[in-house]
């Protein structure tokens, strides 16, 4: 039974983006771009989204490259959470 269970919880999402914003305590900005085919033309366009991201370290700074990880929410528009810091800013 228990073992069903785990299998039936959806594994959760993990997305790669630059902090953009380092400004909060423990709360960093994080712009994630996917690059998606436009359905009709076949174009390919690049997609911006902004997540607002829990670093609980305050490790992540601007120009930060990181992982980041689906969570429960932790506040009022934090669902995610810094899981590594792929590449320091120059």
């Known amino acids: 039974m228990a073992g069903e269970e785990k ?3 959806a594994t959760r999402k993990v997305r790669e983006g630059t902090v953009v914003s380092a400004k909060m305590d423990k709360t960093v900005v994080v712009a994630v771009t996917d690059r998606v085919r436009h359905r ?3 174009k390919t366009l690049q997609r911006t989204r902004k997540f607002y991201v829990h670093d609980e370290a305050n490790d992540a700074k601007e120009g930060d490259r990181v992982r980041i990880s689906e969570t429960r929410p ?4 934090k669902r995610w959470r810094v899981v590594e810091v792929l590449e320091r800013a120059r």
Request: aromatic residues 10%; glycine residues 10%; hydrophobic residues 40%.
């Open 7 to 9: 299998a039936a919880r």
């Open 40 to 42: 009709r033309y076949g």
């Open 74 to 77: 932790l506040s009022h528009l």
